[in-house]
């Protein structure tokens, strides 16, 4: 019996199962990368070629860890949940602080630091348009704000990738209406079909035909097609969590696995580099997440890293405009860190959390109206945090950018 369960522990399920159904390392791991992306991003606003050249190989693995921890988590929640529930979920962990962000950034810090007078800077159409960031369509520019900055016009550089995370919860919602979370091999089947589909097209002649299709070049070819890919492979790896190996050994060939990528460089393969290095990535952080490094058990109480995230762009870049002598990365981050803690600290409490406990009443009514719509009676699901194990704790750490951090509110 006690070799069964020591052989189950071996597996990225059974590690997962052992902690309750909850992943130790996760919480710590967001939080690391959310420092790292802000370290990354200090590093570009002061033109350091350390963050920007010397650690590319780390830097760009960044964001694809962060998506590859959203697959495996957010797949954990889709796996209990009818579609309704589960976009109402998504869509209050993610949106209520994105649009924040961006109103605080385009109507009070914009004009504070604007070149143009409050009037000329109101009158700029840009100013509004900056609120499409609230939906995850990436505006880059305020008239006048951070012209001579580091990355000149950027307001706020971490932002771009919440289009993406919002496109795959639309993927993830398509998984779950076809009911490919409980068919594993038929998924695994996709994924591959997906990963090779550029390399047989060009094989064959027709990637330039391809290429001309904008939603083509954004899954496959854009620079987010790594993201995708990480995503879809942390999925896989929760769907097939029981039989994936919890191993240093694959750990270890998942980061030269990604480090040979880095440097061989995307012109030498380039049309499978996103489906290898998501899986290298995902791997790597799916491997950290299920370790519980400090014995500590449950989730924090408090979770800052998607207000770090959304905030410390706009933070550094506001610090280097009141100390422009500032050259160093170190001196950029102990001078931001501070207000960029406040200012996420206040998004939790403030926005993010309240958000999160209006689910129960906003997804029965989704529940509902998806049941209408689809002509079939939809019920909640009761919701296990490990699906095929007993005893599971009753919490859900949701996405990798924004997990979710209060008890489960779906009830029976």
């Not at 602080?97 to 009158?123: D, I, K, N, Q």
Request: aromatic share 10%; proline share 6%.
């Amino acid at each position: 019996m006690l070799h069964q369960v020591a052989r189950r522990e071996r597996t990225i399920g059974g590690a997962l199962a052992a902690g309750g159904g909850y992943g130790g390392g996760f919480d710590s791991l967001r939080l690391v990368l959310a420092l790292l992306v802000m370290m990354f991003h200090a590093g570009a606003t002061v033109r350091s070629t350390l963050w920007t050249d010397t650690l590319t190989p780390l830097t760009h693995s960044l964001v694809p860890l962060f998506f590859g921890v959203s697959g495996f988590l957010v797949a954990g929640s889709a796996s209990r949940l009818p579609v309704g529930p589960f976009l109402v979920n998504r869509a209050l962990r993610i949106l209520p602080a994105l649009t924040a962000v961006s109103l605080v950034t385009a109507l009070v810090v914009g004009p504070m630091v604007s070149t143009y007078g409050p009037a000329a800077y109101f009158a700029q159409p840009a100013v509004w348009q900056y609120g499409a960031n609230s939906i995850g369509l990436f505006r880059g520019q305020l008239p006048g704000v951070f012209t001579q900055n580091g990355q000149p016009g950027i307001v706020n550089a971490a932002l771009w990738t919440l289009a993406y995370e919002l496109a795959c919860y639309g993927l993830m919602a398509g998984l779950i209406s076809v009911g490919l979370l409980r068919r594993p091999r038929l998924l695994l089947a996709v994924a591959v079909t997906l990963a090779v589909t550029p390399a047989l097209l060009e094989a064959l002649g027709l990637l330039p035909l391809f290429a001309r299709n904008g939603l083509f070049r954004l899954v496959f070819l854009g620079r987010g097609a790594i993201l995708f890919a990480a995503f879809l492979c942390g999925c896989l790896l929760y769907v097939w969590r029981d039989a994936v190996p919890r191993d240093g050994r694959l750990l270890a060939a998942a980061l030269a696995g990604s480090g040979l990528a880095h440097w061989l460089g995307p012109d030498r393969w380039h049309l499978v580099d996103p489906a290898l290095s998501g899986l290298c990535l995902a791997y790597i952080a799916v491997w950290i997440g299920v370790t519980d490094f400090g014995g500590r058990i449950g989730p924090y109480k408090v979770d800052y890293s998607y207000g770090l995230y959304l905030y410390h762009c706009l933070v550094l870049n506001v610090v280097v405009l009141l100390v422009p002598q500032i050259d160093s990365v170190t001196s950029l981050v102990l001078l931001a860190i501070g207000p960029t803690i406040l200012v996420a600290a206040v998004s939790w409490h403030g926005i993010e959390r309240p958000s999160l406990r209006a689910r129960k009443g906003l997804g029965r009514i989704a529940s509902r109206t998806v049941a209408a719509l689809a002509g079939t009676r939809l019920g909640f699901q009761r919701a296990s945090p490990l699906a095929g194990y007993r005893g599971g704790a009753p919490m859900e750490q949701g996405a990798a950018l924004h997990p979710q951090k209060v008890p489960d509110l779906v009830k029976p």
